[in-house]
């Protein structure tokens, strides 16, 4: 074959669609699978990031409102009554339980008192902790889309190959217009993994780090409003 035809051979070779489309279509049932899965766990895990973020950006807002009313000098009674019928999230769901355990103790004589440094800290750890973990509710999906999804990213890849190279062998064809395309949809489905799990790592760092700080944010104020009522415990007794 001279340099003619093999230009004329080139030139009427049929162009390849490499799309991301046709590369999805094109792909094995096994791999569309796959993809689809790894989609819908990308879709599913930016949901959690927005909602995340918009909800660690509230509960900052309200602690700091929370704690410039507490510190500003007015009375815990008043304070307590205003909040004590509201649905308490963050730093006012700490202080209302310990409030309500300090009254409650009072409420039963002085012999209530006693151990009342002991149940106070008991009900903010409570509380902390009962807070802390709906900072963390569905981060574990993050983490687990972060760790698997290259891994079920690479399985399609793996599956497409294998029938790829199935295929090619059936048809007796090796040319590169041939094994390219089939080779490209397999891979796409290792991208698709990264695609997922890229985002869903970082973000995943990122919101664990968030959630720890309101969490240390949260026990700082433990401290000191347990140091508050340990001196009125003091001045009773």
């Not at 093999?6 to 094109?26: E, G, K, N």
């Not at 602690?63 to 008043?78: A, H, K, N, P």
């Not at 993050?142 to 295929?167: D, K, N, Q």
Request: glycine share 6%; charged share 20%; proline share 2%.
């Amino acid at each position: 074959m001279n340099g003619v035809e093999v230009t004329q051979a080139v030139m009427t070779t049929p162009a390849v669609d490499m799309s991301i489309w046709s590369l999805f279509m094109h792909a094995h049932i096994v791999v569309k699978l796959v993809m689809i899965g790894l989609l819908g766990a990308s879709v599913w895990c930016w949901a959690i990031i927005v909602d995340k973020i918009v909800t660690y950006r509230r509960a900052r807002t309200q602690m700091e409102r929370f704690e410039q009313v507490f510190w500003s000098g007015q009375s815990l009674e008043d304070l307590y009554r205003s909040l004590q019928s509201r649905n308490n999230t963050g730093l006012s769901a700490l202080f209302v339980a310990a409030m309500r355990e300090w009254k409650r103790s009072h409420e039963g004589g002085r012999a209530a008192v006693g151990s009342l440094r002991e149940r106070l800290d008991k009900v903010m750890d409570v509380t902390i902790a009962r807070e802390t973990e709906r900072f963390q509710s569905q981060l574990l999906v993050l983490a687990t889309v972060g760790s698997s999804g290259p891994f079920i990213g690479l399985f399609g890849t793996v599956w497409g190959i294998m029938s790829a190279f199935l295929a090619i062998a059936a048809s007796k064809n090796t040319s590169l217009v041939v094994v390219a395309p089939a080779i490209a949809e397999a891979l796409f489905a290792t991208a698709v993994g990264l695609v997922a799990a890229i985002p869903a790592v970082m973000a995943y760092n990122k919101l664990i780090s968030d959630a720890s700080a309101l969490g240390a944010r949260m026990e700082g104020f433990a401290d000191e409003f347990s140091a508050i009522l340990s001196r009125q415990i003091d001045e009773r007794s």
